[in-house]
């Protein structure tokens, strides 16, 4: 989301990479299959595909352009949440994955999207009702958005 603050939801730092980031994340994913399994390993796959797509289709045409597959089987919200944040995906682009993931497991979640006062500095950030974010108090709301009923199983 632009003029997300850095750091705000741990996934909005900035995007690169070297032959450095890539052992890295070759090591990781080494990492999720012997502690997760294959699941395990999908479940990060799709959150790191669906960011991306997100990303994609926000640019195109706004959250009314929002489709994501539904995620795999397996997998657990930390999983998830940690694949995202360090995926490069910005707050807005997490939420709505996140609310994907738990729209498949029967929870409806709301995106919320808040911004900062205009005097001091403009900031956006978007985050699921519900979750603690230390952000959100700053912020005056400025969107809710549901889970779409075709998500919902």
């Known amino acids: 989301m632009s003029g997300c603050c850095p750091g705000c939801c741990g996934s909005c730092g900035p ?3 070297d032959m450095a ?23 990060v796959v799709w959150a790191l595909l669906a960011c991306r797509r997100v990303r994609r289709q926000l640019v195109r045409g706004g959250l009314d352009a929002v489709r994501l597959s539904a995620p795999p089987p397996g997998g657990t919200d930390a999983l998830v949440r940690r694949a995202l944040g ?9 939420a709505l994955v996140l609310q994907r993931w738990f729209a498949r497991r029967r929870v409806a979640r709301t995106v919320v999207i808040g911004v900062s006062a205009p005097g001091a500095g403009f900031h956006a950030h ?3 009702d519900g979750d603690p974010d230390p952000h959100q108090h700053d912020l005056a709301e400025i969107l809710r958005r549901p889970a779409p009923g075709s998500w919902l199983p």
């Not at 980031?21 to 479940?43: S, Y």
Request: aromatic share 2%.
């Open 21 to 43: 980031d890539l052992v890295r994340a070759l090591r990781a994913l080494a990492r999720i299959t012997r502690r997760h399994g294959p699941l395990g390993l999908a479940v």
């Open 15 to 17: 995007r690169g990479g």
């Open 86 to 94: 360090r995926g490069g995906g910005n707050c807005l682009e997490s």
């Open 126 to 128: 978007a985050w699921l």
